[in-house]
Structures are given as C-alpha cells and as structure tokens.
C-alpha cells in the first residue's frame, strides 16, 4: 500500500514558479513510476508528466516542455513538479499518482495504483 500527499501548491503570478511535492509512505515506493496530472474546471484530468522509478527518465506532455521538471529523491520518498515560467492556463488541481513500473516512463494512458488528494495552483495574470 502507498500513500501520496502533494503540497507546495498556491498563487503564482503569471512567469513566476512553484515547485510542488508528491510524498510517499511505503517501503516500497521505489518499485513506483510516478506521474504528475492535473485537472482544470470544467475540463478533463490532463497528463503532465511523469519520472521513471529510478529517477533517470521522464516524459512530458507537449505544454509543459521546458517549463516543467519532474525529478525524484528516492531517499525522501518524494517526487517534485517544479513549475516555471506559470500561465495562467497552468491553473488547475494537480495531482501525483504512483505506477508500478520496474523499466520505463508511464505515460498519461496507463493505468495509476493510487493518486494522491491533490493541490490547488492557481497562477494570476
């Protein structure tokens, strides 16, 4: 069983950066891809990108590229989003979600084993 707990989210202005966290408990994380989604009002839950369970892959969703980094420390149990150079679309609930995966990068298609509650970016123009 893995939990996951996302935090670092709030107000940003439009260009400004959030770096948002996705914690786990588990002994066994490290056996997890994890990806990072988010979901807008009224709008569909969205691939963002997600971090091979060693930390040394990732894959993005075309509108995040060269804006946003996913990256790992596995010692910490925690999976980062660091968000730069925010729009105002970047506005949404974003949520981490855990994927057994021993080689490769999930993308936004693959089936998740837990998600966490999710947090709120809103970023201001």
């Known amino acids: 069983q893995v939990q996951l707990v996302e935090s670092g989210g709030g107000l940003a202005q439009a260009g400004g950066s959030l770096r948002l966290s996705c914690a786990a408990s588990?002994?066994?994380?490290?056996?997890?891809?994890v990806a990072w989604f988010r979901q807008a009002p009224g709008k569909e839950r969205e691939f963002v990108g997600s971090?091979?369970?060693?930390?040394?892959?990732?894959r993005y969703a075309d509108f995040v590229k060269g804006r946003f980094t996913v990256s790992r420390d596995s010692a910490k149990n925690t999976v980062y989003l660091q968000m730069n150079n925010l729009k105002p679309e970047d506005t949404a609930v974003y949520y981490c979600a855990a994927k057994t995966l021993l080689i490769g990068v999930p993308d936004g298609a693959a089936p998740y084993d837990y998600w966490g509650q999710g947090t709120q970016v809103t970023v201001s123009s």
């Open positions: 588990g002994r066994t994380f490290n056996l997890y891809a």
């Open positions: 971090v091979s369970r060693s930390g040394g892959s990732t």
